[in-house]
């Protein structure tokens, strides 16, 4: 990770989104906001290639912030287009402990005039595991702002059940190694119809991660899960390409539907 100070300056991050769509009116209801490094010697790297070790080495909030500020700024350009799409934003377990977060987030949104439904917060249960009674302060005041929050790959960290009970949460995110097999796997479908319930009867609205074939899509759609994403609608995309994506998707259903 050396260098990635360096490398901020050097515009090597770059912001790539992936739609969220609106199962039931089959619309892009949001965008899930991924970090992508252009790393000089390595190429493009993911998240998941250079995210853990920005952690260890104390720069996870210089990406954070990055990312809030890039997607925040995005969002409110797809409004001036006309387009009405809240976006979410990955956070790390150390952001969670970070006591100045919502307040940056306040000045954050303020600055570029969004109301604060048009971001949504997405946290692993295991960013929960470091000291929970902070974590879960921060994450009420991120809440009490009106900004909203996502349990993400749900099903893998170590949360118990009851623990959910008591987060101040909106959505949550089913992981997709739980959908990639569906409707075939009948452990994963078990698996992904209780999480299902539990979110509903938790008053929670479910995002299934993974989508990748239409069959998996209509076996979400009679379980009542409202949204998904995944390369059946796109693989995430520069955020220069996502307005023409958003108005070539809604065209495309136009003309099915009539
Ligand atoms: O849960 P997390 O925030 O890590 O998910 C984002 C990652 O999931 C991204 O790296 C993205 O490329 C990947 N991803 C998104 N949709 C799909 C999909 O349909 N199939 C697979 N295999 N990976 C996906
Ligand atoms: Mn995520």
Same mark, same amino acid.
């Given at each position: 990770?050396?260098?990635?100070?360096?490398?901020?300056?050097?515009?090597?991050?770059?912001?790539?989104?992936? !739609?969220?769509?609106?199962?039931?009116?089959?619309?892009?209801?949001?965008?899930?906001?991924?970090?992508?490094?252009?790393? !000089?010697?390595?190429?493009?790297? !993911?998240?998941?290639?250079?995210?853990?070790?920005?952690?260890?080495?104390?720069?996870?909030?210089?990406?954070?912030?990055?990312? #809030?500020?890039?997607?925040? +700024?995005?969002?409110?350009?797809?409004?001036?287009?006309?387009?009405?799409?809240?976006?979410?934003?990955?956070?790390?377990? +150390?952001?969670?402990?970070?006591?100045?977060?919502?307040?940056?987030?306040?000045? #954050?949104?303020?600055?570029?005039? #969004?109301?604060?439904?048009?971001?949504?917060?997405?946290?692993?249960?295991?960013?929960?595991?470091?000291?929970?009674? +902070?974590?879960?302060?921060?994450?009420?005041?991120?809440?009490?702002?009106?900004?909203?929050?996502?349990?993400?790959?749900?099903?893998?960290?170590?949360?118990?059940?009851?623990?959910?009970?008591?987060? !101040?949460?909106?959505?949550?995110?089913?992981?997709?190694?739980?959908?990639?097999?569906?409707?075939?796997?009948?452990?994963?479908?078990?698996?992904?119809?209780?999480?299902?319930?539990?979110?509903?009867?938790?008053?929670?609205?479910?995002?299934?991660?993974?989508?990748?074939?239409?069959?998996?899509?209509?076996?979400?759609?009679?379980?009542?899960?409202?949204?998904?994403?995944?390369?059946?609608?796109?693989?995430?995309?520069?955020?220069?390409?996502?307005?023409?994506?958003?108005?070539?998707?809604?065209?495309?259903?136009?003309?099915?539907?009539?």
């Amino acid at each position: 990770i050396y260098g990635l100070r360096r490398d901020v300056r050097h515009d090597e991050l770059k912001l790539h989104v992936q !739609p969220k769509i609106d199962l039931a009116v089959h619309r892009v209801c949001g965008a899930e906001a991924l970090v992508r490094w252009d790393h !000089p010697v390595l190429g493009w790297l !993911p998240p998941n290639e250079f995210i853990p070790f920005a952690e260890q080495s104390g720069n996870i909030t210089l990406i954070t912030t990055w990312a #809030l500020s890039t997607a925040v +700024r995005e969002c409110r350009l797809w409004l001036e287009e006309g387009l009405r799409i809240p976006v979410s934003v990955n956070l790390s377990s +150390r952001d969670l402990q970070d006591e100045r977060l919502p307040v940056f987030v306040t000045e #954050l949104l303020r600055d570029h005039d #969004l109301s604060p439904d048009f971001l949504t917060l997405e946290i692993t249960e295991q960013a929960l595991v470091r000291d929970f009674a +902070r974590a879960t302060s921060v994450l009420q005041c991120l809440r009490n702002l009106g900004v909203r929050i996502s349990i993400d790959d749900f099903g893998t960290g170590y949360s118990s059940l009851a623990q959910l009970r008591n987060l !101040p949460v909106d959505e949550l995110k089913i992981d997709r190694s739980f959908v990639l097999q569906l409707p075939e796997s009948r452990p994963d479908a078990a698996i992904v119809r209780a999480s299902v319930d539990l979110a509903h009867d938790l008053g929670l609205e479910v995002v299934a991660e993974g989508v990748e074939n239409l069959a998996c899509m209509r076996w979400l759609m009679e379980l009542g899960c409202e949204r998904a994403q995944g390369f059946l609608f796109s693989r995430p995309m520069a955020t220069e390409n996502f307005v023409a994506w958003v108005r070539q998707f809604s065209s495309a259903q136009f003309e099915l539907s009539t």
